[in-house]
């Protein structure tokens, strides 16, 4: 008997109509009896937003901890729904949140990361159900509070959940029919591409293609579980996340990603002596806030420099705090900021091969009358940062430029 692991987002379970959808979904894995079945479910579309513009009408922001049992309950009002229907329809089913399932995770209200889950009690709950619902996106601390993995999380608890269970499939069921060139909602020429290997769709992933959650794509790669995105109002092949083979290589440029969600921080005239990076970037690091574009500007007089980086937009206030904190260690005069930009990312595995891919991303930008703010490559990605307004023209024009449209073809 086979164990399947079935994960649908928000949009999936948005109403009772798209969860007789889901219920055809998962009947079918379930295959008379054929498989076991475990469906991860996200809240309903808009219901995490809802709970937290509610919080934020308290304060800007609101004590985590108590955030986190807010933001976990839209998960709970899915499974709950969920698992009367498949009652309904005859099959042996119940509901888990995450505290039930033991999904443990370290401290970090807001963005934990899972530690563990407790195999051996799915798996004999599973001997006695046909289906068990999981609330997704939550867990339980070592003090029994409940935390979340942070937003899109329920993507990390589904794949964290077949791979400790040892799932034999696991699929990402969504509103597209799997991962495309870019996004499909932003450029109409995206293609969907049939197979992506885990470190280009990680860079997707962390470069802003929120299809995926960064976090379920590094459990993947780790425990190489093949993850199967796909729609769940289609029966077509979706996209098959995997192991990295020659095929793949040949494809210089595999896909466009964006992330409207950052803000740029400037750091003005700090020390320029060692230790400073250090007692400016540790603290951050510390608070889990992700910096990922770092330029430490030439001192002009010896003395001092500018630091500038890009933190999520979420983080801004937190940055801006421990900023204020450490200022003075640093010797820092000012911080400015701006939201008003958005990363653009060209991604592939062949550009370990092959050059020339960032200049011919500079001079399309270029040719759009785009400024590039700041610049960052990794082995098989090159990122801009840009102003916020020229993204969608950004994303078109690199999709034209590297002709993504001509690149594999959809199934
Ligand atoms: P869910 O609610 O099912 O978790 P999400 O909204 O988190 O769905 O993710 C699906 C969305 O991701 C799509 O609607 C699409 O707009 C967006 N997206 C961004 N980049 C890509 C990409 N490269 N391929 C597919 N979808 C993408
Ligand atoms: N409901 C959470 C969110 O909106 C988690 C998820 O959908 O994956 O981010
Ligand atoms: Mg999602």
């Known amino acids: 008997m086979g164990i399947i692991v079935q994960k649908f987002g928000g949009t999936s379970v948005a109403n009772l109509d798209c969860m007789r959808q889901v219920l055809a979904k998962v009947r079918s894995a379930h295959c008379g009896g054929a498989n076991k079945v475990v469906v991860v479910l996200s809240a309903m579309a808009g219901e995490t937003n809802r709970l937290i513009a509610m919080a934020r009408q308290w304060s800007p922001r609101p004590d985590a901890a108590e955030m986190d049992s807010l933001v976990s309950t839209g998960e709970q009002i899915s499974v709950a729904l969920f698992a009367m229907l498949l009652k309904d329809a005859g099959l042996k089913a119940r509901s888990l949140l995450g505290f039930q399932a033991e999904v443990e995770t370290d401290s970090r209200f807001g963005k934990a990361r899972i530690l563990g889950i407790n195999s051996d009690k799915l798996r004999a709950m599973l001997d006695s159900h046909d289906v068990l619902v999981m609330a997704g996106f939550q867990g339980v601390d070592c003090h029994g509070r409940i935390t979340t993995l942070g937003r899109g999380g329920s993507d990390t608890s589904a794949v964290a959940m077949a791979v400790a269970i040892n799932a034999d499939v696991c699929e990402i069921y969504t509103d597209v029919d799997g991962v495309y060139t870019t996004d499909p909602n932003l450029c109409s020429t995206a293609r969907k591409i049939p197979k992506i290997s885990y ?42 996340v995997t192991q990295e083979d020659k095929s793949m290589e040949a494809v210089l440029v595999s896909g466009i990603a964006y992330d409207k969600d950052q803000a740029r921080v400037t750091v003005l005239d700090v020390q320029d002596r060692p230790g400073v990076a250090s007692a400016l970037f540790s603290p951050l690091a510390d608070a889990g806030i992700v910096v990922d574009m770092i330029i430490q500007n030439t001192s002009r007089d010896g003395k001092t420099t500018d630091m500038t980086f890009t933190v999520p937009r979420a983080d801004l206030d937190e940055t801006l705090q421990i900023i204020e904190a450490i200022k003075h260690r640093l010797g820092a005069t000012g911080v400015l900021t701006d939201e008003r930009v958005a990363k653009v990312s060209v991604i592939g595995v062949g550009m370990r091969s092959h050059s020339g891919v960032a200049s011919r991303m500079f001079a399309a930008l270029h040719d759009e009358g785009i400024n590039i703010l700041m610049i960052s490559t990794s082995e098989i990605k090159v990122t801009c940062l840009i102003e916020e307004k020229y993204t969608e023209l950004a994303v078109r024009t690199l999709h034209d430029k590297f002709e993504l449209d001509k690149v594999r073809n959809a199934c």
């Not at 280009?200 to 976090?215: D, F, H, P, T």
């Not at 780790?222 to 029966?235: A, G, I, L």
């Open 199 to 240: 470190d280009e769709m990680l860079e997707m992933a962390s470069m802003g293609a929120k299809v995926l959650q960064i976090r379920s794509v590094e459990f993947a790669k780790k425990y190489n579980m093949t993850v199967h995105v796909r729609s769940t109002f289609s029966d077509c092949n979706g996209t098959f």
